[in-house]
């Protein structure tokens, strides 16, 4: 079985034993208002905060969201301790870095990575039904950065989160089932 299921220059095609059990863990991403934040990936976006880590000593704190069900939830370890190593050891987490003092400056802000000059661009999240989500989202008031019918690239959208970064909202059969369409 080939590693790689399409080719581009610069893979690597051999195998990497060293690297077997590595997982891509987490996302991280500073914020200016832990309340605003934690409403919107919690309430608008459905994330279940796993785990809470103060740093009173370096005036910072972190959240690590994840998509959980309720099954998925009820094998979440509930000391702290054994949840800590199961947030770091499972996969897609998204860690909201919040540095003390932050939400009582009006000025302050984080470069979202799509203003100039670029950097990051988003996180994406795949829901059942893109027009449905989204329309879910603008029933509560969610800036949109594309809507699903917008521009050239159909059935998907972004939207801002109260930071200003991008999330792109995709279903996973949309370019599927446009192809077919056509």
């Known amino acids: 079985m080939p590693r790689h299921f399409e080719q581009a220059p610069g893979l690597h095609q051999e195998s990497v034993p060293e690297t077997e059990g590595f997982v891509f863990n987490q ?3 500073r914020i200016k208002d832990p309340e605003r934040s934690l409403d919107f990936y919690t309430r608008v976006m459905g994330m279940r905060l796993v785990r809470k880590l103060d740093f009173p000593e370096m005036k910072f704190t972190l959240y690590f969201l994840a998509f959980l ?3 998925q939830a009820n094998t979440v370890p509930t000391d702290d301790a054994h949840r800590t190593t199961f947030i770091f050891g499972r996969e897609a987490m ?3 870095t919040h540095n003390w003092g932050t939400e009582n400056d009006a000025d302050f ?3 979202n990575g799509n203003d100039e000059p670029q950097g990051f661009g ?3 999240f ?3 039904d893109v027009y449905a989500a989204c329309d879910r989202f603008e029933h509560l ?4 950065v594309k809507k699903p019918d917008d521009g050239k690239m159909k059935g998907l959208a972004f939207v801002k ?3 200003g970064y991008w999330i792109e909202i995709l279903q996973p059969n949309m370019l599927e089932k446009q192809r077919k369409e056509d």
Request: proline share 8%.
């Open 94 to 96: 998204l860690e909201l």
């Open 141 to 144: 008031g969610v800036e949109f």
């Open 27 to 29: 996302t991280m991403m």
């Open 69 to 71: 069900d309720d099954r």
């Open 126 to 128: 795949a829901v059942p």
């Open 161 to 163: 989160d109260p930071d």
């Open 122 to 124: 988003h996180i994406g």
């Open 109 to 111: 802000s984080y470069h």
